[in-house]
């Protein structure tokens, strides 16, 4: 004889597996959590540290911290992989040590918090899965890691815009992936590190305003996949390495401006195949000629203004691709080349050296002011006065 409630609880069957059905998708429902709890505690923790700050709204102990908190992703079994959070003026403090203990993170965002301050701290060297680091736009202090060379998967790196101090850590070089390093708009000081050419994944490097000093490291002409080289405004001194010529990446900009580089530029350099150049603002002399050539199809915007060069413009063979052209306040002499006119030029600038004759004529040349051919020896023509 069949029980009654065994009856009951036969027709209950379909209902319960939908809701089994249900529990394998967590984004439909609201009552079932994923999160890890470990994982939950310790941002729940990472907000108390913070005074519950108003970025952190979101994370609710009671909701699923893998759907309903905002700035935070899970792997389908409920590990945090990502923390995206940034710009409050709220967040006031140190980064708290418990931030290493996401064991599963991949990217970690936290960033533009003007009252972030303090060291990085060393528990986040506990974060070995993590492949981007951004901590751009705080107010760090201290000296960049040696630990984070034991982030061996991190790709891209971003700590720019803090006040850290000291020197680059050449064990940066340990990071077998890394493409994408930014360390710009810090206070750092003292050499470039020339292991950093070792990485042979490296593919943007920006180290632009800081207190860097010494030599551009020869070692970066190894890099195979370089595009993006920002050393702009530090305190290196020398010239530009001579292995620079055997760049033969496609998609190159070089940045070396406002900084204390001077003497000739090696000839070998006239080789490298370069998209974008800017050196100015240093104490070059010499020849530059060489930087210019018919060959450089690639070459669009060169910029040797406010150095001391010294060279005859006249058999200039300029790149037909030339979109933006500064040579301004140099020692340039002799005429300005007749291609000048034909390029399809942006910006130009030829102002304050000691070029001479007539200015060619061509329909873009038309847009540029008086003030960007003036200051030269006996220049004429329009847009200056007419030659005599
Ligand atoms: C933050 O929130 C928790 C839980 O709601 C509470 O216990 C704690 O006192 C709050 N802290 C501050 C500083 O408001
Ligand atoms: C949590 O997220 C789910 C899916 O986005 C949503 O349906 C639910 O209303 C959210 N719950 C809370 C408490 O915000
Ligand atoms: C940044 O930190 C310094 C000291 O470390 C402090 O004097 C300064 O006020 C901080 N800036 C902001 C915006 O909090
Ligand atoms: C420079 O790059 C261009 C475009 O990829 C390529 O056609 C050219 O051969 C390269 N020149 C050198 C010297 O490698
Ligand atoms: C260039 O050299 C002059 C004279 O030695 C010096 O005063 C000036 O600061 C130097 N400029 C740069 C950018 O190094």
């Not at 058999?315 to 040579?327: A, C, E, H």
């Not at 340039?332 to 030829?350: A, E, H, I, M, N």
């Not at 061509?362 to 030659?387: D, T």
């Amino acid at each position: 004889m069949q029980s009654p409630t065994l009856k009951c609880c036969f027709q209950f069957v379909p209902l319960i597996f939908l809701l089994f059905l249900l529990s394998l998708n967590p984004a439909s429902s609201a009552s079932i959590s994923i999160c890890n709890p470990d994982d939950k505690n310790t941002l729940i923790s990472i907000k108390h540290h913070f005074n519950n700050a108003s970025v952190f709204s979101t994370w609710d102990r009671n909701t699923d911290c893998c759907t309903n908190w905002s700035g935070i992703e899970c792997d389908p079994q409920g590990h945090v992989t990502m923390l995206a959070v940034g710009s409050d003026d709220d967040v006031i403090g140190e980064i708290p040590p418990s931030m290493g203990n996401l064991p599963y993170l991949q990217f970690l965002a936290f960033s533009v918090f003007s009252h972030l301050s303090g060291p990085i701290p060393p528990s986040l060297s506990k974060l070995t899965n993590l492949q981007h680091l951004d901590l751009s736009l705080n107010n760090l202090t201290g000296s960049i890691p040696d630990f984070i060379n034991q982030l061996k998967k991190l790709d891209d790196i971003d700590l720019s815009s803090n006040s850290l101090t000291g020197s680059i850590p050449s064990s940066l070089s340990k990071l077998p992936k890394l493409r994408t390093a930014n360390l710009g708009s810090n206070k750092l000081s003292g050499p470039i590190p020339s292991s950093l050419g070792f990485i042979k994944t490296l593919e943007q490097l920006y180290l632009y305003s800081n207190s860097l000093s010494g030599l551009i490291p020869s070692s970066f002409s190894r890099l195979p996949k370089l595009n993006e080289l920002d050393l702009r405004q530090n305190e290196l001194t020398g010239t530009i390495p001579t292995s620079f010529g055997s760049f033969k990446n496609p998609d190159l900009n070089l940045d070396f401006s406002f900084n204390k580089l001077s003497g000739p530029i090696p000839n070998s350099f006239g080789k490298a195949n370069i998209t974008k150049l800017d050196i100015s603002n240093n104490n070059f002399t010499g020849d530059a000629s060489f930087l210019f050539s018919k060959e450089k199809t690639v070459l669009n915007s060169i910029d040797i203004s406010n150095n001391l060069f010294n060279f005859d413009f006249s058999n200039v063979d300029l790149p037909m691709g030339l979109k933006n052209l500064d040579i301004s306040h140099n020692m340039v002499f002799g005429l300005l080349p007749k291609r000048l006119g034909q390029l399809p030029l942006q910006t130009l600038d030829v102002s304050f050296n000691q070029l001479c004759g007539q200015i060619p004529t061509g329909r873009r040349l038309k847009q540029f002011s008086v003030a960007k051919f003036s200051n030269n020896k006996c220049l004429c023509g329009s847009p200056l006065a007419s030659c005599n």
